[in-house]
């Protein structure tokens, strides 16, 4: 296409709007005065097709969108829908267990070796005194229901009851406790800078917290003040997963599956009736033409409607005209279970669990497919983690660190910050399917180098020192009762496993790497 022709089309603004164009064939194309985007988005145009579809689209900031009485009501959907559908409490059940499980087990990795084993044993201690790996499952789960979990600093009454020098402790808070007000404005609570029961400066950072003393939907609320108390933010752990900039206050992420829970139980609620109604007919008696009863006169149609008690093996006469057929129960159809899968699989969707685990059904997967479907699902679980150890754990371990330095005197001599104590967080190894293809590939990826001792053992929530601590004392032990040493422990090869798919000979190895 050529240029415009010139002088044509010049504006008063001194802009050339196309009004006579070339053609690459060189006639004169008439242009529009008015130039017109030649790109368009069809979802950005409004149709009498799709008007209804994005009537609740809304262009609100997210602390304008989460409104407490919005955070609240989702919350509340929720745990409904987790209290009274065994499939949603199996989800949440399966992310807190394979996300804490156990509970996080801290690994010291300073220089200094005395210094990391006496941390390590002192948290060991304290950690099952406080049992802080019930508080994490329940802050994670809290989380997965409702969005978003609130912990307060605290010195426990019952660890200093017990002797133990390190009283802090964790005290775990409803979200609807954290709220500006709680009356005639409490549904557009928020401050300038803030949201509901967060305040911030002026650069978004938050400063404080205001917490009431008792949770609203506690029915002892009524006799208590519910005027909130301001708590620094340095004494306060928030956990929640913001999707949004500016976000500061988490909502449910089961809330894109709620509808199609509430879905799978009205179907399976249905089919299960209309099943018991079937199952309750044994047969039907038709007559053609009028019915008519004793002396000749005609029976109406809700006259007609009788039930005959049956008996086994017994024989039946019919009136004239009058036939039995025997009721067909067509439910519950064969589309039922394909309908239930398919639900589940996309409520586990926006949360990355796959079928299996949502469904605790693994039986369609082989390894191969079970592993790989798994694998999103782990990485997830990973992003959880980090996203825990940053918010709740790391935190929480610097402040622990100060009370206890008045007790380890190895700890009381380090000069640095409790930020700059050198740490990782190891957790539940992963479960597996086929324990020696696994060890198969541990094995020869540390033979090419592909894979460390320490990455084995952290996927085993373990440590390198503990595996050759244990080995030590294992040792030791049968030297002491003068028992020959096993191959295991002696350091010998392991027997060759003929069969299974893998090089006998770890020098032939070589070159191949496998993920464990």
């Known amino acids: ?250 909502y449910s992420p089961l809330t894109p599956a709620l509808g199609i829970f509430a879905q799978l139980r009205r179907f399976t609620t249905a089919t299960l009736s209309a099943a018991e109604v079937a199952s309750m007919l044994s047969g039907v008696m038709t007559q053609d033409g009028t019915l008519f009863g004793p002396g000749g006169a005609e029976v109406t149609a809700e006259e007609s409607y009788a039930t005959i008690d049956m008996v086994r093996g017994m024989l039946l006469t019919l009136p004239p005209g009058t036939k039995v057929e025997q009721f067909k129960p067509e439910q519950p159809t064969t589309n039922y279970e394909m309908f239930v899968n398919a639900k589940l699989r996309e409520c586990g969707r926006c949360l990355n669990v796959p079928f299996g685990k949502i469904a605790g059904d693994h039986s369609r997967y082989n390894y191969s497919s079970g592993r790989l479907d798994d694998a999103p699902y782990w990485a997830d679980r990973d992003i959880e983690r980090q996203a825990l150890e940053a918010k709740v754990f790391n935190p929480f371990f610097h402040l622990w660190a100060r009370f206890a330095a008045d007790a380890l005197p190895a700890l009381l001599a380090f000069t640095g910050k409790p930020w700059e104590l050198k740490h990782s967080w190891h957790y539940d190894p992963r479960p597996t399917s086929d324990p020696v293809k696994d060890a198969t590939g541990d094995e020869l990826n540390l033979t090419n180098a592909s894979d460390t001792l320490a990455g084995i053992a952290q996927r085993d929530g373990t440590t390198v020192e503990a595996i050759l601590n244990q080995r030590e004392r294992e040792m030791k032990m049968f030297t002491e009762r003068n028992l020959p040493l096993p191959a295991w422990l002696a350091g010998q090869p392991a027997p060759a496993r003929p069969g299974d798919g893998m090089p006998q000979n770890p020098a032939d190895a070589k070159g191949v790497a496998l993920v464990a």
């Open 1 to 250: 296409m050529g240029f415009p022709s010139s002088g044509a089309g010049r504006s008063s603004g001194g802009v050339l709007m196309a009004r006579t164009f070339t053609s690459h064939l060189g006639n004169r194309v008439r242009g529009s005065a008015t130039p017109r985007p030649m790109n368009r988005f069809d979802n950005a145009q409004t149709t009498d097709e799709n008007r209804k579809h994005w009537a609740n689209a809304d262009s609100l900031a997210a602390v304008s969108q989460l409104t407490p009485a919005i955070r609240w009501r989702l919350g509340d959907r929720a745990q409904y829908e987790c209290q009274n559908n065994s499939y949603a409490a199996g989800l949440i059940r399966t992310l807190v267990n394979d996300t804490v499980g156990r509970g996080p087990r801290l690994q010291m990795e300073t220089a200094d070796d005395r210094l990391n084993q006496a941390v390590e044993d002192y948290w060991r201690l304290w950690s099952a005194a406080a049992d802080w790996p019930l508080t994490s499952r329940v802050l994670t789960g809290v989380r997965y229901v409702r969005g978003e979990c609130f912990g307060v600093f605290r010195e426990s009454k019952r660890l200093a009851r017990m002797g133990c020098p390190v009283t802090l402790d964790l005290r775990l808070i409803e979200p609807r406790q954290v709220t500006d007000s709680w009356g005639p404005n409490w549904n557009t609570a928020a401050t300038e800078y803030g949201d509901d029961g967060i305040e911030c400066d002026e650069d978004g950072e938050v400063v404080a917290y205001r917490i009431l003393k008792r949770d609203p939907g506690d029915n002892r609320s009524y006799s208590a003040p519910l005027n909130p108390v301001r708590v620094d933010a340095a004494n306060v752990l928030h956990w929640f997963v913001p999707d949004r900039p500016g976000q500061l206050r988490g």
